[in-house]
């Protein structure tokens, strides 16, 4: 289910970036600044940078498990569905040279996401049916916090936001047991 939001994130971008400046190829990407090794990661200079920073089990949300009906007449029992929030870093990765289109980059997803900031199957049918909704909202970094947060990567800052995406629902659907349904609310009381 990440990867979906995260493809569809990526397209949605580059589809309107691509229209905004007149691009010809894709400049949102999917990946990290770094390697495993500590390398810098091939091919992503002069691009937008999405990277998965963190998920959170969103606790909000009161996870009963559910019934589901089936052909028969009966309830099937599952599960609760677990509810994430992703933080997504935004990283405007240009050169020193192209700074400025850095800032470009950066300000033209900002304002995409502050024009569309809830994406639906409804309003977007490229979205993953599976995927109920993705709600955006900038998240706040405290200067410290963020340095630990590049510390971590082990890249240079660039320019970059970070937002939390609201809620990706995980639900198997696996059947635990039948239930029967309820036929009737029959009583029978002798006087």
């Known amino acids: 289910m990440l990867d979906k939001a995260l493809t569809f994130i990526a397209s949605y971008l580059n589809?309107?970036?691509?229209m905004t400046f007149g691009l010809n190829e894709d400049v949102a990407v999917l990946g990290s600044l770094?390697?495993?090794?500590?390398?810098?990661?091939k091919n992503i200079e002069n691009k937008v940078i999405l990277s998965?920073?963190?998920l959170e089990h969103e606790k909000t949300v009161k996870n009963m498990g559910g019934y589901i009906p089936n052909q028969q007449?009966?309830?099937?029992?599952?599960?609760?569905?677990?509810?994430?929030?992703?933080y997504l870093l935004v990283s405007?990765?240009?050169n020193s040279e192209n700074y400025l289109e850095s800032l470009k980059m950066l300000s033209a997803v900002i304002g995409l996401f502050q024009s569309s900031i809830i994406f639906t199957p409804k309003t977007h049918p490229e979205l993953d049916p599976l995927i109920e909704?993705?709600?955006?909202?900038?998240?706040?970094?405290?200067?410290?916090?963020l340095s630990h947060i590049w510390s971590g990567i082990g890249a240079k800052y660039v320019p970059s936001m970070v937002y939390?995406?609201?809620m990706i629902c995980f639900q198997k659907g696996i059947i635990k047991e039948e239930v029967s349904a309820v036929?009737?609310?029959?009583?029978?009381i002798k006087k």
């Open 92 to 94: 405007a990765n240009y």
């Open 164 to 166: 939390k995406i609201r």
């Open 183 to 188: 036929s009737g609310l029959g009583t029978n």
């Open 52 to 54: 998965i920073i963190n």
């Open 133 to 145: 909704r993705l709600t955006f909202e900038i998240y706040n970094i405290p200067i410290q916090e």
């Open 34 to 41: 770094v390697n495993l090794d500590g390398s810098i990661t």
């Open 73 to 86: 007449g009966s309830f099937g029992k599952v599960d609760p569905p677990v509810y994430l929030n992703l």
């Open 15 to 18: 589809q309107n970036l691509k």
